[in-house]
C-alpha cells in the first residue's frame, strides 16, 4: 500500500499542532498536502531516518545536502513555508513535547522508525565536526579555509566577474557589476581615501576592494586572508591590473600585522568570522593599526538582539556546513564594542535589503551553471550553497537578519578633532 506520504504528514501535523503547507511525494510514489503547494520530495528512507534520529533544522540539512530530500517549485517559496513551522516557531519546543505524550503519535512514531530503518545514517561528508568555538589563529584557518578554499572556478560561478563576496548597493534594477562596483565605491568614499594613503583591507577575499582602491583612488594597499586560494587568485588579478607596485596581499590573520599605522581600514564581510570573545580584541587590533583620525568601515552581519543574550545559539545548519565558528551580534553590540576599544561610532547604515537582493542574484549564478558547479565541487557541496543563499535572502527579507556599515574613527586623544565633514553622508 503507498501510503507513506499520508503517514509522513500526519505525523508532522501532529507533532507541530498546525496543517503542513507543502506537499510531500514519497519514495514509494505516494502524495499527501495541498495540491498547489510546492512539493517536498522524500526520497528514500534515509531522508525519513535523518528527521526522526535528528528532529529539525539539522535533520533537514543533511538530507538535503545528502539528495534525500528535495523540492521541486519555488524553493523560495517552500523555504518561506517551512520557516514558519521551524524557525520562526523560536526555541520553545513544548508543543513538541506536548504531542509526544499522546498515545497515537508516539504509535506513529514507532511505526516511522521500523518503516525508515532503527540506525541514524552517517552525517554526509560536507558537515563539519562541531566544536566548541575557540577563535584560535589555528582554528580560524581551519574554518575560513572550509569555506573559501572550494575553488576560485566556483565562486567566479556564484559570485560572477566581480569575485565580491558580500552585500551589493543595489540602484534600480542596475547588473550585479555595478552593484558590487557602487558598494566598493560607497565604502572608499566613506572612508575618503585620497591618493598616496594606505589602506588595510582585513579579510581582503579576491582582491576586489584593494584593486578598486588603488586603481580607482591611488591609495597603497595591504590585502590579508587566511585563504590560500584566495591569496593566489587576489595576486594574479593585481598583477594583471599592473598594481603590483600598490597592492600587496599576505596570507596572514589580522592579529599578525604590525606595520601600522595605516590611514584606513576595510573589513568588509570578516566580522562575522571574529566571535563574540574576541570581538573586543578584533576592535583594539585595529585600532592600534589606525593612525589618529584614520577611519575604519565594518561592514558586517548582525542578529536581532535577544531579551536573554545568554540563549543565543549558532544556527546549526551554517555552523555545520557553511560557516564554522561564525557568530552574528546585534549591530548594537558591535556599536558598544567599538568604542569600548576607543573608537568614535559616526556613522551606521543599514542596507539589509540590498543582501536580500544580492543572495537571489548569487542563487541564479549557480542555478544556471549547476551542472558545472557539481563538477567542480560536489553535488552536496553545491545544495549546500543553493539552500543557505536562499534561505539566507529569505532572513534578510523578512528582518530575521541585517547588514550594517558602520562607520568609526580613530579620534586624536589630544584634540578629539575626527576630521569628519560637518554634515554626514557626503559621500552619497
Known sequence: MQDAALRLKSLVEQLLGAPLPLRIRAWDGSEAGPPAAPVLVVRNRRAVRRLLWKPGELGLARAWVA????VEGDLYAALDLMSGLLWERGEDARGVREALRDPEVRAALRGLVKLAGPLPPAPPAEEVRRRRHLHTKRSDRRAISHHYDVGNDFYEIVLGPSM????AYWEDDGSLEDAQ??????????????????LLDVGCGWGSMAIHAAREHGVSVVGVTLSQEQAAYARK??????LTDRVEIRVQDYRDVTDGPYDAI???GMAEHVGAERYLEYAETLRRLLRPGGRLLNHQIARPPRRDESAYSVDEFIDAYVFPDGELAPVGTTVTQLERAGFEV?????????????LRRWVVNLEEQWTRAVRLTSPGRARVWRLYMAAS?????????GVNQVLAVRTPEASGASGMPLRARDWN
Open 393 to 401: 535572502a529569505l532572513a534578510f527579507e523578512h528582518n530575521r537578519i
Open 164 to 167: 565580491v563576496y558580500s552585500c
Open 67 to 70: 539528495g534525500d530530500l528535495g
Open 266 to 268: 576595510s573589513s568588509i
Open 346 to 358: 559616526r556613522d551606521v547604515e543599514s542596507i539589509r535589503e540590498h543582501y536580500a537582493l544580492t
Open 181 to 198: 562596483r557602487d558598494k566598493l565605491e560607497l565604502i572608499a568614499r566613506k572612508l575618503d581615501l585620497k591618493a598616496g594613503q594606505r
Open 237 to 242: 588579478r593585481v598583477a594583471d591590473e599592473g
